[in-house]
Every structure is written in C-alpha cells, then in structure tokens.
C-alpha cells in the first residue's frame, strides 16, 4: 500500500521525516497555511485594521480622553491616540509590528505591547524596545472642536 492509500499516512510522514519522510514544517506550511493563517487572525494580526482612508473624515477619540504625555488605545479602530504635548496629537496602528497583538498601556512616553514587550514612541510610533524592528504606522490627525478626527 502507498501512503495515499493507508489511513493516517500524514501521521506516518510526520513521525518518518528524519528518514526522508515530509517534516513536521512541510505539513504546517503546505497542506496547514489555511489553519495557520486563521491562528494568526485571531491573535490579532490587525488583518481587520483599518486604513487611513477609510477613516478619513470620522472621530477617533475625543480631546479630553488623551492625556499629555500619554495616550489611549481604541480596540474598535484598532487605534491608538497619544499627545506627546499639549495640543499636539499621534494616531498610530495599535497592532504591534512583531506578531499582530493589540497594543495596550501608553506611559511614560511609549506605547507598551504586553505580548512580548516592545515598546514605542509617543511621538512617532518609533520602536524604543525590541523584539519588534519596525515602527506603528501612524494615521494623519487634526482637532476639530472637542474631537480627534483623521484627516
């Protein structure tokens, strides 16, 4: 019997790949790239995040709501809204640039990822800390009246 005959044969390539059978890897990456990709969706690899466009013109935070020198992470936008001095505000992807988790705390100057610690600047989505080696990408904002609005 050929392996495509006997039941369980993916087992078998599985268990034989240090014998010329097909690795553990090849399964995953072949055959498992669908499951694999529905993992990472729902650790939150931001595949629903929106692009500037299509929040063009709508409220993302109210003034009031950002702290100077601080900011605040807005999960139905996947945002994350800092002023890094008065009056002067950021919109940033809150999906961290390492692996897709949702950034959370904003303090002391940076946009901290609880997942594996990189940390970001307020200023300008700039990665401070490490694992993750590229910046959040940032949204264009203005104030108009009381709201925070990307233009």
């Known amino acids: 019997m050929t392996n495509e005959q006997t039941p369980g044969a993916a087992r078998e ?13 090849a399964v995953l990456c072949g055959a498992g790239a669908v499951g694999a990709t529905a993992v990472l969706a729902g650790c939150g ?18 003034v009031s709501e950002i702290p100077v020198g601080g900011g605040k992470t807005f999960g139905d936008t996947k945002l994350v809204v800092t002023q890094p001095q008065q009056g002067r505000f950021k919109a940033f992807t809150a999906v961290c640039t390492h692996q897709g988790c949702t950034v959370g ?10 997942c594996h610690g990189s940390e970001f600047r307020i200023t300008d989505g700039s990665v401070q800390k490490g694992p993750a080696d ?12 009381d709201s925070i609005v990307v233009v």
């Open 13 to 25: 390539d599985v268990r034989s790949a240090g014998s010329g059978g097909i690795g553990r890897r």
């Open 45 to 62: 690899s931001g595949g629903d995040t929106k692009s500037a466009e299509e929040l063009k013109g709508k409220e993302i935070a109210k």
């Open 105 to 114: 705390r904003v303090a002391d100057g940076l946009i901290n990822c609880a």
């Open 134 to 145: 590229q910046p959040l990408q940032e949204y264009p904002v203005q104030v108009k009246g």
